[in-house]
C-alpha cells in the first residue's frame, strides 16, 4: 500500500492509497469531490506520511527569556547519521531556513536505530545576534521526538563589571567577594582574566593610540586613582538545561551528562577611563577555577570538536577582544539508554503535547523532555541518569487541567502513570483533514503529522496535536472558531474551524463548502475539513 522509492536525495516519488473512489475509503472520507462540469465523482490519489516512523520538532529558545526564537535561523547537521534527517518530501538539504522558531524534520525510514546502534547526529543552529549553538543528539528509539534548542544571545545577560587588580607583574580581573550583588560572585566556580603590564601597554584606544607608553606610566596611572582604574565587562548567560552529549575523555567519545554552567562574552575593557579597541599584539589570559564541592568529574571551558565536547580547565589565551565562550562541566557516570516508563492516561479521547522539567533531588534541572501522542500512551524514557527525580508538568495547554507534579524514584526504571483531565468548559472532537493541491485537484493528502490548534485571534497557548492519517482527537471550547497549522519548511499551513452545530451534529457556519461535520457514535462531532495546500509543498511532493 505504501512504497517508499529512495534515491540519491531521497526523493518521493511516489506513496500512495489508490481507490477507485473516495467512497471506497469509507467514514473518513464519505464526500467525494465532484467534476466541476460534469457533476460526477471523480479518482482522487491519496497520499499519506505514516510510513515516516520518527518524526523531530526542534525548537529554537532563548536562554535569557525562555520565548521562542522567530528570527531568522540557519540549521544544519553532522555526524554519523546526518545524511538520514529529511524534509516530509524525503529530501536531504545542505541547510535548513526557518523564521518560525522551529523546524519539522523526520528520518529516512529506511534506516534502523537502536539503543545498541542509535541514531547520532549534531545539530547546528545560526542566528543573527546569538552565538552558534551546537547540540549533540542521539535517539534509541523511533517515535515523536521534540528538542528544546537554547540559544544564548550575544548581549542581553547579566552584566558583570570585573575590577582589575596589580598581583606581581599582571593585572588580575575577578569578581571580588565584596560584590555579592552581582549573580557571578555566588556561583561555585569562577572565570577571571589575567593581563600582563607588558602587554597592556600595547593595548591601543579608538584612535590607534597606545593608552600608556610604558609600564612605569601606568602603574604611576594607577597608584594615583586605584579604584576602577582596570575594568573589563562580561555579558553572562546561565540557566542552561543538561543535555546528554558526548564529551571526549581523552581519545574516547562517549554520552555524558553535560551540562552548560554558562556562556559569555567580553563587552568592553576600560583603562583609566579609555576603552581599549585593540590589543596590538597584546595577549588577555582567560582562566576558570571550580570553588564548590564536589568537584565534577570534567569541568572547564568547552569546545566542540569532531562531533563532541572537548572540557579543559586550562588557561586560554586570547589575542583579540572578540572573546566568547562556554564554561561546562559533564558527568562521565553510565547513563541508562532505556528508562522508566510513564503512561498518560486521560478520561478524554485526545491528542496531547505535554512538556516536562525534570528536576533531581536538590532541585537542579536534569532536562526538559515532550510527550506527544494520543490518550492512552506510554513513553520509555531515554538517555537518563540513575537518579530520583520530579517532573513538573509545564501548564502551557489550555485544553488541560494543570498535571501534578510526579515524584519517580529513579529515571531508569518503574513504571508510572500521569492522569490529565480536560479543562472545563472543553469538549471532545474528531477533526478529519485532507488537503487537495490547487494545480492538481486528483491529489488529496491526509497528513501524518505534529501541529497545533487555539481559538483564533487568542493570545493562549498554542495546544499541541497529532494528527495520524489526517485524524486528529482534539480538545476544544463549543461555539469558538478555531485555527490549527502544522509546519512545513518555512512556512505554516493553516486552516480553521467554528465548533458550533445543529442538535444532530450539523456545522452550522457552513458558508465554507469545504467543512461539513456529523455526529459520531460516541456522541462525538466528527468535524470533516477540505483544505487547499499552497502550491509549493505540492511541487516539493513531485505533484
Not at 506 to 516: A, G, P, R, V
Not at 523 to 533: A, D, M, Q, S
Request: glycine share 6%.
Amino acid at each position: 500500500m505504501k512504497n517508499f522509492i529512495q534515491h540519491t536525495f531521497l526523493k518521493i516519488s511516489l506513496v500512495v492509497v489508490l481507490f477507485a473512489s473516495l467512497g471506497a475509503c469509507g467514514e473518513m472520507f464519505d464526500d467525494p469531490f465532484k467534476d466541476k462540469e460534469t457533476g460526477e465523482d471523480i479518482n482522487i490519489l491519496i497520499v499519506d506520511f505514516n510510513f515516516f516512523t520518527t518524526r523531530m520538532s526542534f525548537k529554537f529558545m532563548d536562554v535569557t527569556n525562555n520565548q521562542q526564537i522567530t528570527q531568522e535561523a540557519t540549521v544544519t547537521f553532522t555526524g554519523p547519521n546526518a545524511s538520514d534527517i529529511v524534509t516530509f518530501a524525503g529530501e536531504k538539504e545542505a541547510q535548513h531556513l526557518t523564521s518560525q522558531g522551529q523546524l519539522e524534520l523526520t528520518v529516512d525510514p529506511n534506516v534502523e536505530f537502536s539503543a545498541s546502534s542509535p541514531l547520532d547526529f549534531t545539530v547546528h543552529v545560526q542566528v543573527e545576534g546569538y552565538e552558534d549553538f551546537t547540540q549533540n543528539i542521539q535517539i534509541n528509539s523511533e517515535g515523536k521526538k521534540t528538542f528544546e534548542l537554547v540559544l544564548s544571545p550575544v548581549s542581553g545577560g547579566e552584566e558583570d563589571v570585573l575590577d582589575g587588580e596589580e598581583d606581581g607583574g599582571s593585572i588580575i580581573f575577578s569578581v571580588m567577594p565584596t560584590k555579592s550583588a552581582t549573580l557571578a560572585s555566588e556561583k561555585p566556580y569562577r572565570v577571571n582574566y589575567s593581563v600582563t603590564k607588558e602587554d597592556m601597554v600595547k593595548f591601543t584606544d579608538a584612535s590607534g593610540q597606545k593608552i600608556f607608553n610604558s609600564e612605569n606610566e601606568l602603574m604611576a596611572a594607577y597608584e594615583q586613582n586605584p579604584s576602577g582604574f582596570f575594568q573589563l565587562t562580561v555579558d553572562i548567560k546561565t540557566g542552561f538545561p543538561t543535555t546528554a552529549e558526548k564529551v571526549w575523555n581523552e581519545e574516547t567519545a562517549t554520552l555524558a551528562l553535560f551540562s552548560k554552567l554558562e556562556t559569555g562574552n567580553v563587552v568592553s575593557l576600560v583603562i583609566d577611563g579609555h576603552t581599549v579597541k585593540n590589543l596590538n599584539g597584546g595577549v588577555i589570559t582567560q582562566l576558570c577555577s571550580y570553588t564548590g564541592t564536589p568537584e565534577p568529574e570534567t569541568f572547564g571551558f568547552a569546545q566542540f570538536q569532531n562531533n563532541a565536547w572537548n572540557i579543559s580547565a586550562e588557561p586560554v589565551n586570547h589575542t583579540s577582544l572578540n572573546i566568547s565562550y562556554v564554561l561546562a562541566k559533564a558527568s562521565t557516570d553510565a547513563l541508562c539508554s532505556s528508562g522508566a516508563s510513564i503512561k498518560f492516561a486521560s478520561n478524554s479521547k485526545s491528542s496531547f503535547s505535554i512538556d516536562a522539567d525534570i528536576y533531581d533531588a536538590e532541585g537542579k534541572l536534569i532536562r526538559t523532555n515532550n510527550f506527544k501522542g494520543n490518550f492512552p500512551e506510554t513513553f520509555v524514557l531515554e538517555n537518563v541518569p540513575e537518579v530520583a527525580a520530579r517532573l513538573v508538568f509545564r501548564n502551557n495547554n489550555p485544553a488541560f487541567k494543570e498535571i501534578a507534579p510526579l515524584e519517580v524514584s529513579s529515571l531508569c526504571s518503574g513504571n508510572y502513570e500521569v492522569d490529565v483531565d480536560a479543562a472545563d468548559g472543553y469538549v471532545e472532537y474528531e477533526v478529519v483533514l485532507k488537503a487537495i493541491c490547487p494545480d492538481d485537484l486528483s491529489v488529496a493528502v491526509a497528513p501524518t503529522y505534529s501541529g497545533e490548534m487555539r481559538i483564533k485571534n487568542s493570545n493562549d497557548p498554542w495546544q499541541g496535536i497529532d494528527m495520524k492519517g489526517g485524524v486528529a482527537n482534539v480538545l476544544a471550547q463549543p461555539d469558538q472558531e478555531y485555527e490549527f497549522r502544522f509546519l512545513w519548511k518555512d512556512a505554516w499551513e493553516s486552516s480553521s474551524f467554528i465548533t458550533e452545530f445543529d442538535a444532530n451534529g450539523n456545522y452550522l457556519n457552513n458558508t465554507d463548502s469545504s467543512i461539513s461535520s456529523m455526529l459520531l457514535e460516541d456522541g462525538r462531532v466528527r468535524i470533516k475539513i477540505t483544505h487547499e495546500f499552497e502550491q509549493n509543498i505540492c511541487d516539493d511532493l513531485g505533484w
